[in-house]
Each structure stands twice: as C-alpha cells, then as structure tokens.
C-alpha cells in the first residue's frame, strides 16, 4: 500500500474507510471520518493500523519513474 489509497478496517466492531497518511515498518496511519461520537472523541479521525488488518479499496495514482532519468543525473553528477 502506498500514501493516498483508500482502504477499509474495522474499528471497534464497526467498518470503516480511510486513505493512508503514512506507512510505518508493519502499519499505517490511516485518516477516516465517522458520525459516532465516541470514536471520534477516541480516535480524533486518525488511527494507527496493522497492514494485515487493511484491506485495499483504491489505490491511489503514482508517478511514473522514467528509468532514464536516473542514468542522465549519475553521468551530471561527475
């Protein structure tokens, strides 16, 4: 998973969707919204979740990495 997608977890016995704020080494900050109140108030609409408990919605567009471009900035570089 990368920063920008959209994922689903389940949070307190309820389902919910988020998008990816930041990847850690075995998790992911994970940005949702909710109408219960006592979530929000517990969670403040972010939370902290293990990757194997995410499930990918939609990933989110990456740039393209020209293969190229590396190449021609090692070469400037001397």
């Known amino acids: 998973m990368n920063i920008g997608d959209e994922v689903s977890f389940t949070l307190d ?3 919910f969707t988020g998008f990816v704020d930041k990847a850690y080494q075995n998790s992911y900050l994970v940005t949702f919204e909710s ?3 006592e979530i929000v108030d517990k969670y403040h609409d972010r939370v ?3 990757n194997k408990k995410l499930k990918l919605i939609k990933a989110a567009p990456q740039p ?3 293969p190229n471009e590396e190449d021609e900035n090692a070469d400037s570089e001397d």
């Open 35 to 37: 109408d219960n109140t």
């Open 64 to 66: 393209e990495v020209d």
């Open 48 to 50: 902290v979740i293990n």
């Open 13 to 15: 016995g309820e389902t």
